[in-house]
């Protein structure tokens, strides 16, 4: 869902758990690993880490100039960011700004994050998992991805896994198979379900 490029090379670094909504984040979290893809996860990102992840290095003298003076002029003409600051790259404060914060990690909350992803791993290895031996490459069939809908189609040997969803006040795209994860209802903004016929 996000990685240490998409993170840190936006102006303040922001995570996804703070640029979206609750629902919203819920779905996507249930895609990642319920799709039969690697599920890459961003450093904290399992417990619901809100601290930044800035943009940080250290090169020395000129070199150390060049990238401060380029994270300014690649904002500058970013029109929702007139007027703010970009955090300096060199800056020590930056770097321990964009570490992780291992209260977060134990709060209740996070504990809620780990819980909700050890489930959704658990699912993944007792349904999807036994299938991805018989998976050739290139096997996604990408239906629908417009308008706030997505319905995507595996082929995994003789079985297909599906996954539709939906986010805002678009309709859920029609699905076949045993539903095997929900997350969302018809109230909530955002909305995933998996399908899976195997043989």
Known sequence: LQNHDQTGTRALGERLITLTDAETLAV????????PHIPLLFMGE????????????????????????????????????????VPDPI?????????????????AEGRAHQAQLAELLKLRHRRI?????????????????????LAVDWRLGNARLSLRARFGEAM????????????????????????????
Do not use: M, Q, W
């Open 172 to 199: 859920l795209p029609n699905g076949v198979g045993e539903e095997i994860h929900r997350t969302g209802d018809l109230a909530a903004r955002a909305e995933a379900v998996h399908y899976l016929v195997d043989g």
């Open 46 to 85: 399992e417990y619901g880490e809100t601290r930044p992840f800035l943009f940080f290095a250290h090169f020395g003298d000129e070199l150390d100039d060049a990238v401060r003076e380029g994270r300014r002029a690649e904002f500058a003409g970013f029109s929702d960011f007139t007027g703010k600051e």
């Open 28 to 35: 996507l979290t249930s895609i990642l690993p319920l799709s």
């Open 91 to 107: 800056a020590e404060e930056t770097f321990r700004a964009s570490r992780l914060d291992p209260a977060r990690r134990d709060s």
């Open 129 to 149: 998992v036994p299938l991805l031996a018989s998976a050739n490459g290139h096997t996604g069939d990408c239906l629908e991805a417009a308008d706030g809908r």
